[in-house]
């Protein structure tokens, strides 16, 4: 029978569970495969700590070399995290013919052209599954069986962080800060959680999607970024009383060759799909112009999750190896040659609905002077709100609008924010109702 | 450029979602396949009808063979339904050495062994994505990025008529029969309804699932079968009461090496993702020992999500002609000689939650007589419910138990059955609260 080698870099929490998927499942992968599939050799500088896994004598190592050199190894998982050395070692795996599974999407983000087109040179192949949404096989359904679609956009739960937090938010009424603490003492969120909660990961991974989708290059500095920081209880409590829960979102949506791409706390209504992905899990619903709306769910990080996401790509290239189909599909989708850079829609063109707070004082014709201003700019009223039983002297007004230009909101808030009965900048949260 | 040539059998609604992704989406198969691709040919008796698409001139012909052997067509999509002459045409193409492409459950269901053998024995593929979860990727993502997993269990919305059905009874209140009238009168139920109302067509999408997931054969007549027709407005009432909604799911667990296969009504929590696939949308969820739950949603049906399924599965073969890679993922997702019959466990030997509705007379002790036999059944009241404003001499108990074993409620609903005091015959649905 034949046989396909794989070399490991990282043996931290997801590295173990690939070495428990090759533990427990080697039968079932074989069963699928009709090969047998090894894994040769695991590097990593801390080669005494106890990850809870049994490991053959003579496969640890702490020379990454032993991996990268090494003529037996076919392909090598990078699990190293951050850009050095994995750039170094992912190159350097390509360079002696190996091909490349990773879940790093920040080195993505920052280095993938370089690494696929050394790939591409060298004919070798990079696949990268478990980067966006951990054990969801979203990017492989893209570049498989949803491949003839048009994509029109792509919408997703991506940050198991922010989800955690804000679905705490949601059930128990806590405050941002609280629940953070929290989730850090739980091990949900980093003890420099920036990465996270300001939405950078999440636009790591809609950079990734949107290459796949619609086959064209995004600068992750190009994508709108708000994080959850700013969110607070009274806003998902009047979010509920207005039927929609507060998540974060990466939205993308393609409109005659212009793409907009964004992260930030979006209401979406309660009943849709999206909006009971709670916790820790994650989901991409995508709408494809012969599928229509697509949605994948399922658990965004984690050990298992991720070496499920991670074993399902080195079984594919495992695949092409044995029949001799090394670059069957390619790794962005796309043909190199037909990937393009389609323009992004200035994010003050956008178009969205509305969720607008303010802390006024209590006179009379205070709404009647905010209303003006936004009658002023065309932005239409769909519902307003101004609950009993606020404290003294603060008065919560809270409004959603119709469709209205992002840049009109922004003019807007300004000129309201600049009246003297307003206590404190306004908050706004934009509102996506075509998620059915 | 390359190019591989498409032969289509039957131009009827998918038919015609298959011709507009070609004139459509052209551009975007090529740039990702690095080929052209190109439908050479349709075949259908009927070539007058109008369709609502454009088909170039000496494409369309009434004879089979002009797709079946013609030497330039590589792959050939059948999307004629039903048993004959669907076989006979699936057999001749493979016989002729062309790849087949089908959205036939039923003919799958019966003849799959058959058709398989001969493809295996010829060399060539026959892909079926479309035949379950219409353009969801269900059957690619456990063949490719979820194939190093065991499957623990499956649970499915797979038929839109009767997802379509009870989604109008929950929303509205209404009775089976009415909705059932409505459905026909605009098309989303059949003139005989009988195969997707009492889920035989669920039962073959099941079937198909088994195979994939677990490396098995099942037969569906071996599959228990219950559909809707028996849910009244009434039940869905009480469930929504205990928090639950009524899908008709298709379930199958596998334990200890013995698998569960059945298709009834079930009472899900009203929070699980899968209690708001409404309509007739379709979704699959799916849970496997490394990647946990995953659940894929989408339409279920329709031309042109269809189409993108069958269409996917033609790329999947091009993608494997033009490298030379056929054969390289097994139909079944298991290699052939991997395929084993696990037993099923017999219906009466299942456990599960039950909701149990009585039609009792107004009398003392009822309830009494009722929770006794319960009991001597070893059957656990979880909650109880005795409505207000009921009709005169007949009251309604609702019950919920805990965990039992089928034969024990059978057994005692049998006995309770025959007491004086009720008046009909007992309902029971079965509880699913697994699904988080």
């Not at 080697?26 to 801390?46: E, F, H, N, P, Y």
């Not at 490349?100 to 052209?113: C, E, I, Q």
């Not at 609008?401 to 206590?423: G, K, M, Q």
């Amino acid at each position: 029978m034949k046989e396909v080698k794989v070399g490991l870099l990282g043996f931290g929490t997801i590295g173990a569970g690939v070495v428990r998927v090759f533990q427990q499942n080697s039968q079932v992968m074989t069963d699928r495969l009709g090969a047998s599939i090894k894994l040769a050799r695991i590097a990593d500088l801390d080669i005494t700590t106890d990850r809870g896994v049994q490991v053959e004598e003579g496969v640890l190592t702490t020379d990454a070399n032993q991996v990268l050199t090494a003529p037996d190894i076919d392909v090598v998982i990078e699990l190293i995290g951050g850009y050095e050395p994995a750039r170094s070692f992912v190159l350097k795996a390509i360079e002696n013919g190996k091909h490349v599974v990773t879940a790093n999407k920040a080195l993505l983000a920052k280095y993938g052209d370089e690494i696929l087109a050394a790939a591409a040179e060298k004919g070798v192949e990079v696949m990268f599954e478990a980067s966006v949404g951990g054990g969801i096989p979203v990017l492989s359904a893209i570049k498989e069986n949803l491949c003839v679609n048009r994509f029109r956009s792509i919408f997703g739960i991506l940050n198991g962080t922010c989800n955690y937090i804000l679905t705490r938010m949601t059930d128990e009424g806590a405050d941002f800060a609280a629940v953070l603490k929290d989730a850090q003492d739980v091990g949900y969120a980093e003890a420099d959680p920036t990465f996270d909660i300001e939405g950078v990961d999440t636009a790591h991974k809609l950079a990734i999607l949107i290459g796949l989708c619609y086959g064209t290059r995004v600068d992750c500095d190009d994508i709108h970024l708000e994080g959850i920081s700013q969110i607070s209880a009274v806003d998902i409590q009047f979010a509920r009383q207005f039927g929609y829960k507060i998540k974060l979102l990466a939205i993308s949506k393609e409109v005659d060759g212009e793409i907009e791409a964004r992260v930030h706390p979006t209401m979406i209504p309660q009943n849709a799909p999206l909006a009971d992905v709670d916790g820790v899990f994650n989901a991409v619903r995508l709408v494809g112009d012969f599928v229509g709306p697509v949605m994948l769910y399922g658990q965004g990080a984690g050990m298992d999750a991720t070496a499920s996401a991670v074993m399902g790509d080195v079984m594919s290239i495992a695949r092409n190896q044995l029949t001799g189909a090394i670059g069957r599909t390619p790794a962005m989708a796309y043909c190199p040659t037909a990937i393009g850079k389609l323009p992004l829609k200035a994010m003050s063109d956008i178009v969205s609905r509305y969720y607008l707070r303010f802390s006024t004082v209590d006179k009379p014709g205070v709404v009647a002077r905010i209303a003006t201003i936004l009658g002023n700019y065309q932005i239409c009223i769909s519902s307003m709100m101004q609950p009993e039983g606020h404290a003294v002297d603060t008065v919560p007004i809270v409004i959603m609008t119709d469709d209205a230009r992002e840049a009109d909101i922004r003019s807007a808030l300004d000129e309201i924010d600049r009246l003297d009965v307003v206590h404190e900048p306004s908050h706004f949260i934009r509102i996506e109702n075509t998620i059915e």
